[in-house]
């Protein structure tokens, strides 16, 4: 695809994948049904080293649908699907983990009344002496999850304390910084600041841009096209399923990102109907930014 031009399915494509870096993941045209469910369809997908590439769409739009596919989770039933170029068919996590993609869930998989370090080498905890009497080396993890940490800017007051005791946004970055450590090469993040406030936000947004500058190529997933923008290089938007839109941050400003977010086409649509319903005249009737976001009084909601 070249610049501005649209795919088979319709999608607004605004720009072609930049060709000087190799994508380490790629879907062409893919798509997954669920029986007679179709939940995703001809997308089409790049994610390159050292960029973040946001995914974005409503509820139901194919988010995790896609992510499960590119982690190993479910197959794809249509298109192609590659990494590193060969065309590959994930059966389980484990083969996604092998080729260096690392997946963190929202609800991340920690024991809450260990300590972050332990956290930070479950399941692949370093150990010491031959065997069989080898033991765990505490030392060891203690000194390399402090420095790998630190290495991505992320200063805790004591690795002794249950990781259950961090803030969500601090989860979220041991989560991250433990992917960097254990060799990930595409990092996704299924909407790690949906339950955030502004402020987590912000310090989970500060190390998707760590992992990135760090050469990793991250897909974010997000509802929220203002973290979108804060930290994307690259945005796809996704709507009942297809891709609705498909752009380089050079080619698509935060205000087109909103209103693809938000529907705007549809909120056009359904102000001329509301005109005829109410025989008057469009003009009259509110602007589209007000119809998105209704006013909250004391008394109510004001229309
Ligand atoms: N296992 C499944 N079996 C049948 N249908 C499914 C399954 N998983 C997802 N779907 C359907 O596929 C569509 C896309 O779902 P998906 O979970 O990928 O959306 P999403 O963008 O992640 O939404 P959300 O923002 O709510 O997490 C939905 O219509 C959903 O009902
Ligand atoms: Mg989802």
């Not at 995790?64 to 989770?73: A, E, P």
Request: charged residues 20%.
């Amino acid at each position: 695809m070249t610049s501005n031009g649209s795919t088979a399915n319709g999608a607004l494509v605004k720009d072609a994948a930049p060709q000087d870096e190799k994508p380490i993941v790629e879907l062409r045209g893919a798509g997954k049904s669920y029986g007679n469910i179709r939940a995703l369809h001809g997308v089409t997908l790049s994610v390159q080293p050292g960029r973040v590439t946001c995914v974005l769409g409503d509820n139901g739009a194919g988010k995790s649908t896609l992510i499960k596919i590119i982690s190993g989770l479910h197959q794809h039933t249509e298109g192609e699907f590659l990494v590193d170029g060969e065309p590959v068919r994930f059966s389980t996590p484990r083969e996604a983990l092998d080729k260096g993609i690392a997946t963190v869930y929202q609800d991340l998989a920690v024991v809450p009344l260990m300590p972050v370090w332990r956290n930070f080498f479950l399941g692949s905890e370093m150990t010491s002496g031959p065997w069989p009497v080898r033991r765990l080396d505490i030392a060891r993890m203690k000194k390399t999850a402090d420095e790998e940490l630190r290495a991505m800017g992320i200063v805790l007051d004591d690795l002794e304390q249950p990781i259950g005791t961090l803030s969500g946004g601090q989860r979220q970055s041991v989560a991250i910084a433990r992917a960097v450590y254990f060799g990930a090469r595409v990092l996704i993040l299924d909407e790690p600041t949906a339950a955030l406030g502004v402020k987590q936000s912000g310090v989970v947004l500060k190390y998707i841009a760590a992992a990135r500058d760090r050469g990793l190529g991250v897909i974010f997933i997000t509802h929220n096209p203002h973290h979108a923008y804060m930290v994307g290089d690259y945005f796809s938007v996704l709507r009942l399923g297809t891709m609705e839109l498909s752009a380089d941050r050079s080619q698509v400003s935060l205000e087109e990102l909103t209103n693809h977010m938000a529907g705007g086409a549809e909120l056009a649509a359904l102000k001329h109907e509301l005109a005829e319903v109410r025989g008057v005249d469009v003009e009259e009737l509110p602007e589209e930014q007000d119809l998105k976001a209704p006013v909250v009084t004391s008394e109510g909601t004001a229309s």
